[in-house]
């Protein structure tokens, strides 16, 4: 009599513990999709947001650099310049100083044009789960058997995975022609500072 009365407690330690086992994975779960949606919110939005703001910044000084340099090729090659009343001396007929500041030029030019196109270029954001969230709903009712799997959560956290993914690879691509920017607005201004020394 005794051991019929321990059967059923064994079973109620072992429903018990699967109770808790699937409580902790679902709790595990949900820290991981928290942590998820905020790596995809960094991803999509922050790091997007920052690359753009980057991107019009060296659109700007592009244009200004060009500006400027227009206006001082302009100003030397006038018979009454700011740089004749300085003092310097540049012989604007040498091949040197034609080649730097028709380089200096068509860099700051190039920069431009990489930043609208890198502007243009923008691709749409991915959406956190490519299920829907009615199929996640149904996915989520169907979990709650004995068979606890947590599928809608697992769905959900493999959809998040591929976007953040596809974020970065668009964010990679990006800060890469950032980069070419940056360095052809320095050659640019280089290029510009060299010809003073012709």
Request: neutral net charge; proline residues 1%.
């Amino acid at each position: 009599m005794a051991q019929e009365q321990n059967v059923p407690q064994q079973c109620d330690t072992t429903d018990a513990q699967r109770i808790a086992y699937n409580a902790k994975y679902c709790a595990s779960l949900e820290s991981i999709v928290r942590s998820a949606m905020d790596d995809y919110n960094h991803t999509t939005y922050t790091l997007k947001s920052f690359q753009h703001s980057t991107i019009k910044t060296y659109l700007w000084i592009s244009t200004v650099v060009f500006a400027a340099e227009l206006a001082f090729y302009a100003d030397v090659s006038g018979s009454n310049t700011l740089i004749s009343f300085i003092g310097m001396e540049i012989n604007i007929q040498s091949k040197i100083f034609k080649a730097l500041s028709s380089l200096s030029l068509m860099l700051s030019m190039a920069v431009f044009i990489l930043g609208v196109d890198t502007m243009r270029g923008r691709n749409s954001t991915s959406s956190p789960t490519s299920h829907g969230w009615l199929a996640l709903s149904n996915m989520a009712y169907a979990d709650c058997d004995e068979d606890y799997r947590d599928n809608y959560r697992i769905a959900l956290i493999q959809d998040i995975s591929n976007a953040i993914t596809s974020h970065l690879k668009e964010s990679n691509s990006r800060g890469k022609k950032l980069r070419c920017m940056s360095w052809g607005i320095l050659a640019s201004v280089g290029c510009a500072i060299l010809t003073l020394l012709c």
